[in-house]
């Protein structure tokens, strides 16, 4: 089967990176293709029917359908092909992709430029190794979101919630209001994984109470979730024998962490992040493998959608420079480094994370490139500090930049845009790699 070679850019996935990005790349003057799984746009913001979304990007408090409605709208007045309810099942380093559906059955494609824009997956039983029977009554909070708010369907009455991040409290206020009582969230760590304002809005505001350093030891029940044991924790996350509790429940919902969608992009050969356990990207948010580029929750977790739209305007712009460039060659013909030092004709900067920083993003600045997007720099802490601190970047023994923060907290990414001067700052350096640390 001859691969369709119509499309400058085709973007795999269409929730708020992916549309961001199509949109990007058609303004470019690129043929654009969105290939999306499910049976419309938006991804995972359909089902967000509470307020938080867009006051960056639209200077509003919208709830999550009408975020992704406004994208999907903007879209319809361009050409912009969207294909919907389709799988892609391959992509290989030469950017072949391969997909299917239940209409056309078998689609092959070649463009010169591809943007994965797939976002991320819950973490799930398994993956936490939490002990007990396979009972009924085990959900993850994004799935709870889905039953309650999408398909009408209350999943349990008395409900217990393992981990504090956002969908998780998000969806403690949801079953509250539709009725069931949730007895308490748990989380496993001394301090609270998602945003304050859902803490405050979602569990304080209905008197649902929080346990810190917590977590669910066993699962009792056999064909139904009948309760579950609690246990503490001491600081290095290790049981405190003697501190279980036993609490009598029908329904547990997991919310304890997300993880990028990696399928594609190891079948790629992208290089990954170890930390962020997405790709690795620089400024442009290409990836190691040429043509191949990467935005939002697929590189890594952000906590507002403002800026996964963002990173998919940079990518959807790079997309279209790249398939611009390479439009008289196959795609792939001007194949970058992954190292910056083995290429003498790149010019680029490395990022690592450093003291009291769990993930970076990019982890590269193209320096060739800074001039043609705004170089945002995404931080998300490691470390709780509940006081004024300084982002600091350390090049060698030196701090060429630094800038403030009113505190750190791992469930709030820092956002800050490196200017002009930042960039100089660290070119005048001479630096081939930097480190972001929080002090």
């Not at 992208?270 to 990207?281: A, F, L, T």
Request: aromatic content about 4%; proline content about 6%; overall charge negative.
């Amino acid at each position: 089967m001859d691969a369709n070679t119509d499309y400058d850019v085709i973007v795999i996935g269409g929730g708020p990176a992916g549309m961001a990005a199509a949109l990007e790349a058609q303004k470019a003057g690129s043929r654009v293709l969105i290939l999306e799984r499910n049976d419309q746009l938006g991804g995972i913001l359909p089902q967000c029917i509470h307020n938080g979304f867009g006051a960056v990007n639209f200077g509003s408090d919208l709830p999550g359908p009408e975020y992704a409605w406004r994208y999907e709208q903007m879209l319809k007045q361009t050409p912009v092909e969207v294909i919907l309810k389709t799988m892609v099942v391959d992509l290989t380093p030469n950017l072949e992709i391969y997909a299917i559906n239940e209409h056309a059955g078998y689609l092959h494609y070649k463009p010169r430029a591809v943007v994965l824009a797939m976002g991320c997956r819950e973490r799930t039983r398994a993956q936490i190794r939490l002990p007990g029977t396979r009972a009924a009554g085990i959900f993850t909070a994004g799935t709870v979101q889905r039953l309650v708010n999408i398909e009408g369907y209350m999943p349990g009455r008395k409900v217990i919630i393992l981990g504090s991040g956002d969908i998780g409290m998000i969806m403690a206020r949801r079953l509250t209001i539709e009725g069931a009582e949730v007895l308490s969230v748990l989380e496993l760590m001394p301090y609270l994984t998602g945003l304050r304002r859902n803490f405050v809005q979602c569990l304080q505001d209905y008197d649902i109470p929080l346990h810190l350093s917590t977590t669910v030891k066993r699962i009792i029940g056999n064909r139904r979730v009948e309760g579950i044991e609690t246990i503490q924790v001491d600081a290095d996350l290790n049981h405190i024998p003697g501190s279980e509790q036993t609490i009598a429940c029908d329904t547990l919902v997991l919310s304890v962490g997300l993880i990028p969608e990696n399928e594609l992009s190891e079948k790629a050969g992208v290089i990954p992040d170890d930390r962020s356990r997405g790709p690795r990207v620089d400024s442009t948010m290409a990836t190691s493998v040429p043509g191949l580029f990467a935005a939002g929750n697929v590189t890594g977790i952000y906590d507002l959608v403002d800026y996964v739209s963002k990173a998919g305007e940079t990518a959807g712009r790079s997309a279209a420079r790249y398939a611009r460039r390479n439009t008289a060659e196959p795609p792939g013909a001007h194949a970058r480094s992954t190292e910056s030092d083995t290429d003498p004709s790149t010019r680029r900067i490395r990022i690592r994370a450093g003291a009291n920083v769990g993930v970076v993003i990019p982890q590269e600045i193209d320096l060739d490139a800074v001039d043609q997007n705004p170089l945002l720099l995404m931080v998300r802490p490691n470390a709780l500090i509940e006081h004024p601190v300084k982002i600091r970047i350390r090049a060698g023994d030196d701090y060429p930049v630094t800038m403030a923060e009113p505190y750190a907290r791992p469930s709030e990414m820092m956002i800050k845009e490196l200017k002009t001067r930042h960039l100089q700052s660290l070119i005048d350096s001479g630096a081939q790699e930097i480190t972001v640390e929080l002090s």
